[in-house]
């Protein structure tokens, strides 16, 4: 009789073990934190951003795709430097929309994804958007066309410098210009002008500028240069313009700039 009641108890024990083991891998161990750990949202795909990446227009993310069934999605926008790195949290920015603004030009952009569920959080951040741009400015870091330009983008003649050096027995110059927009970006297919002040120093040049957004203008000596005995600069006026738009409006644009008289 003993015998056959430790064979029971054997057999009772060994079925409450395998019992035991079966209920927690189905339900979790108390303690355990595998099966809880495993039920936590896990990234498939990471979240995007749609939208143009210019101040003032809207931008819209997606959560990506998840694992483990998340109920629920939180969003934090992020303003990071041109490489999409040393990202920052936008205060304030918690929709899954973000209205871009001027603090952002210069900047990339990305949208990070808390994913909930009763086991907890998971968490992916999306890739950075293009440099985000002035408002008429074309996205992207390369050239911009003259034609995708609008204001209130505005052009920039942002370096000038004449060969060879001027002396008072120059017989030509070769006007040297780079034209710029949107935080410095090259603009192709501006139409840029410069004469000498007063004008009839030397002939008047217009060119347009190249993929690099850089024009030469060369102009030949007149009568009236040089202005005075005494003269030591010779004064340029430049301009650069879209064509076809009004002169003082849209995206032109016009600098004074003045280079030295050698003897």
Not at 32 to 45: E, H, L, Q, S, Y
Not at 62 to 79: A, D, I, K, M, V
Not at 148 to 163: H, Y
Request: hydrophobic share 40%.
């Amino acid at each position: 009789m003993l015998g056959s009641h430790l064979t029971r108890t054997r057999l009772g024990i060994v079925l409450a073990v395998v019992a035991g083991a079966v209920l927690g891998a189905v339900f979790g161990q108390p303690g355990n934190g595998r099966a809880a750990v495993a039920a936590v949202p896990k990234n498939k795909t990471l979240p995007t951003i749609t939208g143009t990446a210019e101040a003032g227009q809207t931008l819209t993310a997606t959560h990506g795709t998840w694992t483990n069934s998340p109920t629920s999605f939180s969003y934090s926008w992020l303003r990071c430097d041109a490489t999409g790195n040393g990202c920052a949290a936008i205060a304030g920015a918690t929709g899954k929309t973000y209205n871009v603004t001027n603090t952002d030009v210069g900047h990339t952009l990305r949208v990070a994804v808390a994913a909930h569920n009763s086991s907890g959080t998971g968490r992916a951040t999306s890739a950075p958007t293009s440099i985000v741009s002035s408002s008429g400015c074309a996205p992207g870091t390369g050239a911009i066309s003259i034609t995708a330009l609008a204001p209130p983008a505005r052009l920039a003649i942002s370096q000038s410098s004449v060969s060879p050096a001027v002396t008072r027995r120059t017989k030509t110059i070769h006007l040297h210009f780079l034209i710029t927009a949107c935080g410095g970006r090259p603009v192709q297919g501006a139409t840029v002008f410069a004469t000498a002040i007063p004008y009839n120093q030397f002939s008047v040049g217009s060119v347009t500028s190249d993929s690099n957004g850089a024009v030469t203008i060369n102009e030949k000596r007149l009568k009236g240069f040089p202005a005075g005995r005494h003269q030591r600069l010779l004064a340029v006026f430049a301009r650069a313009s879209k064509p076809g738009e009004p002169l003082t409006a849209g995206v032109s644009t016009s600098r004074v700039v003045s280079f030295h008289i050698t003897h």
